[in-house]
Structures are given as structure tokens and as C-alpha cells.
């Protein structure tokens, strides 16, 4: 399993509707536990906010309140969700939606940590889907991944938003790419 997600002072602000100096006020009181960094930065374990919002009266935000990353597989002819949840299921929370529009809105909802688009999709532009997270402040932060049906679609996907691309006879690949990147991102939200 990846480990601990950390949060920034500026990032628990957002949850709370407060300044961040009050969140560090919070932190000097003892009401919301934090470390600090080598560099001087408060950080805020994921499990520590989570109780701080809830025993305050918070929403808990579906990013803040799950333990492991959420992937989430949007279907598509390249790839089944169940091939992906089973590559990925040790260290993710796998989630699978069908190619509609509702997808759009599931993925703001849910603000997923790693969405991977199965391109193409019978139901639904794959390439409008890619540009429109790679667009969307609640999925900004989401790695998008296309998992494509030939060797040569890999760089039209690329170019369509996927930072990730890979033929879907691949998965395994894909796998190690994906917890790399996923691991080197909380890596730097730490330092």
C-alpha cells in the first residue's frame, strides 16, 4: 500500500473555510496535529485531518477520508475494468464507471487520485474526456492515463491529456508507472 497522503496548511484551510494562519494557530493550540518538514513546512497526516473534520463538524471530503488512493477506470474497448482492478486493486481502491456523460460529473465528485480513460470508448469521446480533467480544478491533481487498444494511438493519447499511455497487453507496466508517479507525488507533498 502507498503511503500516507499529507496535507498542507493551505490545503486544510480550503477544507475549513478559514485563513491559513488560523490553521497554524490550530496547530500551535494542539487542536489539529502536524509535523514539520526539514525546509520549516506543517504538514497534516491525512488520518489527523480526517478526525480533526469530522470531531469538528467538518465534511470530510472522499479525498481526505480514504485510506488508499482511489483509481478509477472509466470503460472503454482497449481494456475491461476488471483487467484493471486486478492489476491494481493491492494498492488502490478501484471504482470503475461506464463511458457516459455522468462521468464527468462522478469524477468532480470524487476527485480521484489516478483516472485511467480505456480509449477508444463506444459511448463517449475518450479525447474530450482527457482534456476536460486535464481542464478541471477538481481533477487538476489527478493523473490521467490512457490505456489504448495499438502501439501507435499512444501519442495521440498523450496528446489528448493523458500523462500516462500504454497498450492495454501492457497492464503490468502500466502498474509500476502509475506507483511511481503516484508515490513520487506524495513523496514531494511531504518535503
Do not use: N
Amino acid at each position: 500500500m502507498l503511503g500516507e497522503r499529507e496535507f498542507t496548511t493551505e490545503e486544510v484551510a480550503r477544507y475549513c473555510g478559514v485563513t491559513r494562519p488560523a490553521v497554524v494557530s490550530w496547530i500551535a493550540q494542539g487542536l489539529l496535529a502536524a509535523h514539520k518538514t526539514a525546509g520549516g513546512h506543517r504538514r497534516v497526516l491525512r488520518s489527523d485531518l480526517a478526525r480533526f473534520l469530522d470531531h469538528q463538524g467538518y465534511e470530510v471530503p472522499p479525498e481526505v477520508e480514504r485510506v488508499r488512493p482511489l483509481l478509477f477506470v472509466v470503460e472503454g474497448d482497449a481494456v475491461t475494468p476488471e483487467a484493471v482492478a486486478a492489476v491494481f486493486s493491492p494498492d488502490f481502491e478501484v471504482l470503475a464507471w461506464p463511458a457516459s456523460i455522468d462521468v464527468l460529473l462522478a469524477l468532480g465528485a470524487m476527485r480521484p487520485d489516478v483516472l485511467v480513460a480505456a480509449l477508444p470508448m463506444a459511448a463517449l469521446d475518450g479525447a474530450r474526456l482527457l482534456r476536460a480533467a486535464a481542464r478541471s480544478a477538481a481533477t487538476a491533481d489527478t493523473l490521467r492515463v490512457a490505456v489504448v487498444s495499438r502501439p501507435d494511438e499512444v501519442k495521440a493519447a498523450r496528446g489528448y491529456g493523458a500523462q500516462l499511455a500504454f497498450v492495454r497487453d501492457r497492464l503490468d507496466a502500466l502498474r509500476g508507472a502509475v506507483l511511481a508517479r503516484v508515490s513520487d507525488r506524495q513523496r514531494r507533498q511531504v518535503v
